[in-house]
């Protein structure tokens, strides 16, 4: 599975070249030249990384970072002409991961992505595999088999075994899964995460109504639980 890293800089050459580069190295690559398209496509999708500028045409990166705190802990790096050492300290007071001054090397640029990367989300993506019961999910290949045949996943149900599979056993709130899984600026309902859940357990569950894997926490959201 490819990381996902989305540019938003109202400079398009710049963005053109960093999304070439980010993408012959293996990454999946979108861009955004305004905060307000920023916001339109963390409404509907979830990013492994996100490329912020600071100057943009309709707001600034500081204030993009600011509301995505409030919504999600993905991994932001400030990428900026602004080099005062206020501007270093505010972005990482608001949730900046990193700092890269304008200009850098795309060399550069390309490492300290795949540090943060690294960071991050600590695996492997040669092979990134969770089993539970018969069921098995392969995260970097996006495929999920039960008893050894194919389960077909919608898009946003394979995201969502996904996130669960990569933070197993622990209790993730409603609100979360929204944000990480249908975007950090989501309008979807907790009734549709709901449905998602319970289509989930229709294809993986042995029995649907009284699932042993993917358990409703009470009062707080979903868990996939594996036997380690």
Same mark, same amino acid.
């Given at each position: 599975? &490819?990381?996902?890293?989305?540019?938003?800089?109202?400079?398009? @050459?710049?963005?053109?070249?960093?999304?070439?580069?980010?993408?012959?190295?293996?990454?999946?690559?979108?861009?955004? @030249?305004?905060?307000?398209?920023?916001?339109?496509?963390?409404?509907?999708?979830?990013?492994?990384?996100?490329?912020?500028?600071?100057?943009?045409?309709?707001?600034?990166?500081?204030?993009?970072?600011?509301?995505?705190?409030?919504?999600?802990?993905?991994?932001?790096?400030?990428?900026?002409?602004?080099? +005062?050492?206020?501007?270093?300290?505010?972005?990482?007071?608001?949730?900046?991961?990193?700092?890269?001054?304008? %200009?850098?090397?795309?060399?550069?640029?390309?490492?300290?992505?795949?540090?943060?990367?690294?960071?991050?989300?600590?695996?492997?993506?040669?092979?990134?595999? #969770?089993?539970?019961?018969?069921?098995?999910?392969?995260?970097?290949?996006? $495929?999920?088999? $039960?008893?050894? +045949?194919? #389960?077909?996943?919608?898009?946003?149900?394979?995201?969502?075994?996904?996130?669960?599979?990569?933070?197993? +056993?622990?209790?993730?709130?409603?609100? &979360?899964?929204?944000?990480?899984? *249908?975007?950090?600026?989501?309008?979807?309902? %907790?009734?549709?995460?709901?449905?998602?859940?319970? *289509?989930?357990?229709? &294809?993986?569950?042995? @029995? %649907?109504?009284?699932?042993?894997?993917?358990?409703?926490?009470?009062?707080?959201?979903?868990?996939?639980?594996?036997?380690?």
């Amino acid at each position: 599975m &490819k990381r996902s890293v989305l540019i938003v800089d109202d400079d398009l @050459d710049l963005s053109m070249v960093i999304s070439d580069m980010l993408e012959d190295y293996g990454y999946s690559v979108e861009t955004a @030249d305004s905060a307000e398209a920023a916001f339109s496509a963390l409404e509907t999708k979830r990013y492994d990384l996100l490329l912020l500028d600071i100057n943009l045409p309709d707001s600034t990166g500081f204030e993009l970072c600011r509301e995505l705190r409030r919504a999600s802990d993905v991994p932001v790096i400030f990428a900026s002409a602004r080099t +005062n050492e206020s501007d270093r300290i505010e972005g990482f007071d608001i949730g900046g991961d990193d700092y890269l001054p304008k %200009p850098y090397s795309m060399k550069e640029l390309l490492s300290r992505v795949n540090a943060l990367i690294r960071r991050t989300y600590g695996f492997s993506e040669e092979k990134r595999e #969770v089993r539970f019961g018969n069921v098995a999910v392969d995260i970097s290949r996006r $495929k999920v088999t $039960k008893g050894g +045949n194919e #389960v077909s996943l919608t898009l946003r149900e394979f995201d969502l075994i996904a996130y669960l599979c990569e933070h197993k +056993n622990s209790a993730i709130p409603k609100d &979360k899964l929204l944000s990480e899984v *249908w975007g950090a600026f989501t309008t979807a309902e %907790p009734s549709t995460l709901a449905v998602h859940i319970r *289509w989930l357990r229709e &294809k993986l569950e042995d @029995d %649907p109504a009284e699932p042993q894997y993917i358990k409703t926490v009470y009062k707080v959201g979903y868990m996939l639980e594996v036997k380690e």
